[in-house]
Each structure stands twice: as C-alpha cells, then as structure tokens.
C-alpha cells in the first residue's frame, strides 16, 4: 500500500468512526431524555421537574438543526410511551400533546435560531455565565408554560375570561417547580457541559446553518402549532364534556351528611350519568357501602343506608340533592352535569 492510498484510508476511517460517535451522541441524548423522565415521573419527584428541556438546548448546540430538532420530539413520543401516557387519541385531555410537542419544538427552533450567541453565553464557567443560564432556563420555561396552559384552556375549559384566568392560577405551582428544574438542569448541566466542549473541542461542534436552510425547521414548529388547534381541537368544550376533577366546575361535587361524619368528593360526570352511578362511583373511591332496593312499580330505587346508617334510625331517612333543590325523580333517574352540585343528607322528613 502506498503513502497515498494509506492516507485515504486513515481519511475514510476517520469519516466512519466521527459519523458513528456523532449517531452515538444522538442516541445518548434520546435516551438521557427518556429515561430521565422516566425516573423523575417513577420516582414522585416534583411535579414538572424534568430535563428534556435542557437535552433540547444542548441537541441544538451540539448536533446539526434537522436532527437537533427532532431529538425533543422523539424523546417526548418515545417517553410518553414508556409511561404509558395516552397520546393523540382518546378524550380532550390527551390532544394536550400536541401542545406540549409543539411547545418543546418552539424551544428547538429558538436554540436553533440564536446557537452561535447561546454557545458563547454558555462558554465559561464564570458568575456572568451561570446568570445567562439560569435566565435560558427560567425564559424557556415560561415561554412554554404560558404555551401549554394556554392550551389547557383551549382543549378543555370553557372559552371565557374567568376560566382563562382560574387556569393560569391553579398552574403557578406547577410552573414554579418548572422553573426551579429550568434554573437547576441549564445551570448544572448545560453550562459544564457546552464549557467543556468549547474548550476542550473533544466534538467537532456543526457548522453555522444559514437562516434559509433553518427555515424547514421553523416551518414544521408552525405546523405543529397550527395542528395543536385543528381537529377535536377546534371543539369548544361544553358544561357536560369537561371532565377535570378537583374543581366544581369541572366536576360534580358530592356531599354525603350522615349521623356524625361527612364525605366529600369531586367526580367525573360523563353524558347520562344520574345521581345514583355518582353514588356509586363515590363509594368505591372513598371506600363505603350502601344499599337501596328497587320497586318496580315506581321503575326506580331508593337508598336504604350509606355507610351503614338506615332509613328509620332515629326517624332520618336519606335524601338527595341537586344545586339545593329536591328532584321529583328517583336518585336513578336524575341525570348530571359537570358542575353540579350533589348532596345526600341523612335527616328527618318533613310532610
């Protein structure tokens, strides 16, 4: 072999071992990203804390656009998945993800946009450095926290002021854990990390793209965006369809009143639900029994106890409740609505 042709191949081998470490660091940042998720939701850490954010800055700093664009987005489907996390399909809840995704492909196309001034903030470990970090983490967050509560709001609450606001307000905590991981994940791992290889240039960082050749990124992230609102999407949430629990708005809330205790509970009301199925529902989740008996001469049921208190103790009888007022229908005959209000009170009868 000659000099020349021993050149070439050094040359080629080189060109397969950088594209082999380069497929590597894909593969390491995919999986850091899902199985730090994985952990963090596993392991009952705070709600929100989580690291694709960061895996999405350094994808972008460290890998070439297209595929530092799809990195979050593999990791997010792939994550989903291992968690078992319904996606695409189902009930309005689950379209949330195409907020979601979109809003971390808004996040790779920011880092995508703005590398070279990112790479340079974060190229020392220095008081200034560790500032710009933390102001990365702490924008990125809110940027996609205001995206995705926004969402929330669209996909399943009703299109008005009050619950624009109620859903912005129930989601500062959440949005506070976030911006503590943000702060956390760019300041510990993002700054060491793109110091390290700007430094010590252990890989070969991309070339600068031109703004034209970005644009197929950016045009993807405005698709994602535009999907989020299409489809079941575009179906304004009614009274009877939102299913959040925990909320009387959302939900039906039931209180149960018998000789000395009280049960309270937020349920779920789906289309045809009746006051009796919520009985039922709640008694399985708060762990009592009740009885009633049929008469088919009236085609209905009436409760005989709850949680062991009987019709005709002490002369109380059990009744039931909906906004305050008294049905004319057997419990098995009134049906629900989110936002309702369902009350049984074991109390004496008045003729």
């Not at 009050?162 to 129930?170: G, I, K, L, N, Q």
Request: proline share 4%.
């Amino acid at each position: 072999m000659d000099i020349k042709s021993l050149f070439e191949e050094i040359k080629v081998n080189h060109e397969v071992l950088y594209v082999l470490l380069y497929i590597l660091l894909i593969i390491g940042f995919i999986g850091s990203a899902v199985l730090g998720r994985f952990l963090l939701v596993s392991s009952g850490a705070p709600p929100n804390f989580e690291i694709i954010m960061v895996i999405t800055l350094l994808a972008a700093l460290l890998l070439r656009s297209p595929i530092a664009f799809i990195v979050p987005l593999v990791s997010m489907i792939l994550s989903d998945i291992l968690l078992g996390n319904p996606i695409f399909v189902g009930a309005q809840m689950n379209r949330i993800v195409l907020f979601t995704y979109s809003g971390f492909a808004m996040i790779a196309v920011i880092n995508i946009f703005n590398k070279e001034r990112f790479r340079k903030g974060l190229g020392e470990i220095r008081l200034k450095n560790i500032g710009y970090a933390a102001g990365l983490g702490i924008g990125f967050v809110l940027l996609y926290d205001v995206w995705t509560n926004f969402g929330w709001w669209y996909l399943i609450y009703p299109h008005t002021a009050e619950s624009f606001v109620a859903v912005f307000t129930a989601g500062i905590p959440f949005m506070i854990n976030h911006l503590v991981s943000g702060v956390v994940t760019f300041v510990v791992i993002a700054l060491p990390i793109i110091t390290y290889v700007s430094q010590k240039h252990i890989i070969e960082l991309p070339v600068t793209l031109k703004n034209i050749q970005k644009i197929p990124v950016a045009a993807v992230a405005i698709g994602l965006i535009l999907l989020s609102f299409t489809g079941t999407a575009m179906h304004v949430p009614q009274k009877s369809e939102i299913w959040l629990e925990q909320a009387d708005a959302t939900s039906v809330k039931i209180s149960i009143v018998g000789d000395g205790w009280t049960i309270g509970d937020n349920i779920v009301a789906y289309p045809g639900d009746t006051v009796f199925l919520l009985l039922e529902t709640c008694s399985q989740q708060n762990g009592f029994s009740f009885e009633y008996t049929y008469y088919e001469q009236f085609d209905s049921v009436l409760i005989d106890s709850i949680n062991n208190d009987e019709n005709g103790d002490n002369e109380h009888y059990w009744q039931y409740y909906v906004n305050n007022d008294i049905p004319m229908v057997g419990c098995d005959k009134y049906t629900v609505s989110n936002g309702d209000h369902v009350e049984w009170r074991f109390e004496t009868i008045a003729y």
